[in-house]
């Protein structure tokens, strides 16, 4: 079980826009910087969001990031099919003084 | 161009032991934080371990605390993992990373090596 909790799934049709969202407490969260990662198992992860809302170079602007208090969500426009991938939040937790990732969500695209 | 290249995985009995190497290059290995992540079977992402850039702080999630130990050798660009007492829970595939500027979150990532652990 987590610190950081994500729904399991979640899906959308091409084009749609969908968000994940990241729950966590003010250990984590509410005090320290929130990362997303898309990972397809077998393959290298991908950093998609860094510092809560910060894009890599050559990560599209369809990925955005968000943070509210002890929340913070991955927002996806104009969905591709490339797109359907697992998804992770991950941010440092001061009660584990270490770092934590959230469970993760499977994105399907209709 | 960053590149991590992770080696020394394979089949290892339980109890036995394990070293993981990641080769980096196209970076000042010195300059940045690295990690070690895992992802079992069916599982999710799970942070292993975590060492700064001058490897005087490490980082061990609870599960493998005094079995494994990360050191670094910057002269050789060189990431290792040392794992001994090994389980079956240990089974996994595992990815170093390079943390991202001033962080241990990594900002690019190896392919991943698996890990079996099995009689």
């Known amino acids: 079980q987590s610190v950081l909790t994500q729904p399991p799934s979640a899906s959308g049709t091409p084009g749609q826009r969908v968000t994940i969202s990241c729950s966590g407490s003010?250990?984590?969260?509410?005090?320290?910087?929130v990362y997303w990662y898309q990972h397809l198992p077998g393959t290298a992860p991908r950093l998609l969001i860094y510092?809560?809302?910060q894009r890599p170079s050559g990560v599209p602007d369809r990925f955005s990031g968000s943070k509210s208090g002890t929340s913070a969500s991955l927002a996806i426009s104009g969905l591709r099919s490339e797109d359907e991938a697992d998804y992770y939040c991950a941010a440092w937790d001061d009660s584990l003084s270490g770092p934590v990732f959230g469970g993760g969500t499977k994105l399907t695209v209709l | 161009e960053v590149q991590l290249l992770e080696s020394g995985g394979g089949l290892v009995k339980p109890g036995g032991s394990l070293r993981l190497s990641c080769a980096a290059s196209?970076?000042?290995?010195?300059?940045?934080?690295m990690s070690w992540v895992r992802q079992a079977p069916g599982k999710g992402l799970e942070w292993v371990s975590a060492?700064?850039?001058?490897?005087?702080?490490?980082y061990y999630t609870d599960s493998v605390k005094g079995r494994f130990t990360v050191s670094r050798d910057n002269s050789k660009n060189m990431l290792y993992l040392q794992m001994s007492s090994l389980r079956a829970d240990d089974t996994a595939t595992y990815y170093c990373?390079?943390?991202?500027?001033?962080?241990?979150?990594?900002?690019?990532w190896g392919q991943g090596i698996l890990v079996t652990v099995s009689a």
């Open positions: 196209g970076f000042p290995l010195r300059k940045y934080a």
């Open positions: 060492i700064s850039g001058d490897g005087g702080t490490t």
């Open positions: 510092r809560d809302t």
């Open positions: 003010r250990s984590n969260i509410g005090i320290n910087f």
């Open positions: 990373g390079k943390g991202e500027t001033s962080s241990s979150f990594p900002d690019s």
